[in-house]
């Protein structure tokens, strides 16, 4: 685990150059890095979600956001490293919070728990796990999307984070996407990054249509500092049944 900062950006890092978190000490308000705000798209769907489940904590940079901007919202993080913690109090300005729980845990264990006890209200599960050699393993494996599919509410979103450049996991993870979430799969790429976001979409929510959530993106964005109608343009159809 590593802590660079240069030229006013302070950076995480897992032993390679990708960087896993990003702070600008001028604007530590923003989210730096734009695969982290991708991640985000489903709140120019439902800008207030309930209850948000954070699978990789990092530097803590969307615990943070989200606790900001999603007033009524209750957090969930779940981290496998320790140390995680302290780093992102230290280093990269996460608060402490009432409506923050971190979990010292291996997440695709984890979410296998919440779904066996009957958790199932979950407006958005973020998910960002990789290690030193690219995306965690659980991260691949169909119990852990049963489970997060479980996990969600009705009209709740899944989002991951995923690097193109490993195809083979990221075609295997796109497959688990659309597998299970048949009412509406996504792949948003980032522009200018190697990132694509994958987005699964659980039926039995309000109906979402594209000019609604365009408007909702254009109301939004500049007080979230995110470019929701660049990245709603770039989710492609289909939109949900």
Known sequence: IEVVE????????????????????????????????????????????RRILLLGLGGGSLAGFLLAHCRGASI????????????????????????LRIRIADAGEYINVLAARGERDFDLILVDAFDDQGVAPFVMQHDFFS???????????????LWSAHAESFRAVMRLVKLYFPCAAHALPVMGRGNV?????????????FREALAAAQRLQQSLGIEFTRLLQRLAPPWPR
């Open 6 to 49: 240069t030229h006013g950006i302070r950076s995480l890092h897992f032993g390679t150059p990708a960087r896993q978190s990003c702070l600008c000490l001028a604007t530590p308000e923003r989210l730096e890095l734009p695969y982290l705000r991708a991640m985000l798209i489903r709140l120019a769907f439902v800008a207030t979600p």
């Open 76 to 99: 969930e993080a779940v981290e496998l490293r320790p140390a995680m913690i302290e780093i992102a109090r230290e280093y990269f300005g996460l608060p402490e919070s009432s409506r």
């Open 147 to 161: 489970a997060a599919a479980t996990c969600l509410a009705p009209g709740g979103v899944f989002s991951v984070n």
């Open 197 to 209: 976001i994958g987005v699964g979409l659980r039926s039995g929510g309000a109906p979402i249509r």
